[in-house]
């Protein structure tokens, strides 16, 4: 192994560890949440509902849902959350479905956020898929 890789695998280790380390933390987790939530509504997203996941299941705590009108709106706000976390919390998220923008996926670690289009979220229903209750955060 190059010098180059070991610093770059330690780099990796910091960043995860410090990544973690935001993620045990309840408040941050309460205050991420409240920030993703604030930023699809701001952003027009519809339907906007949060679940909470059994946390003996999942290394996640919460998930919210929220719909897009078009792709270029789905893309719209994925991007608009990514950024906003990125930049106040400092961290970056796992990014899936982009490209098709018909449902896109960001993954914060404790916090999941599904962007859908209306149809597309009808024919998954990933609400079903999930135990505990479900908020309803706007319509």
């Known amino acids: 192994m190059t010098q180059y890789q070991k610093e770059k695998k330690l780099k990796n280790k910091e960043r995860e560890k410090g990544l973690k380390l935001k993620i045990d933390d309840k408040d941050s987790v309460k205050d991420l949440l409240s920030y993703i939530k604030k930023t ?12 909470k996941v059994d946390q003996s299941f999942s290394e996640f705590e919460k998930i919210l849902i929220a719909s897009g009108s078009s792709k270029r709106q789905v893309i719209a706000l994925a991007e608009k959350v990514q950024e906003g976390v990125k930049g106040l919390f400092r961290i970056n998220c796992k990014v899936e479905g982009k490209e098709n923008a018909d449902w896109v996926l960001l993954d914060f670690g404790a ?29």
């Open 111 to 139: 916090v999941i956020v599904h962007i859908f289009k209306p149809e597309v979220r009808e024919y998954y229903q990933i609400e079903k898929m999930w135990k505990g209750p479900l908020t309803q955060i706007s319509s």
């Open 40 to 51: 699809l509504n701001q952003n027009k997203a519809t339907d906007i509902t949060e679940i």
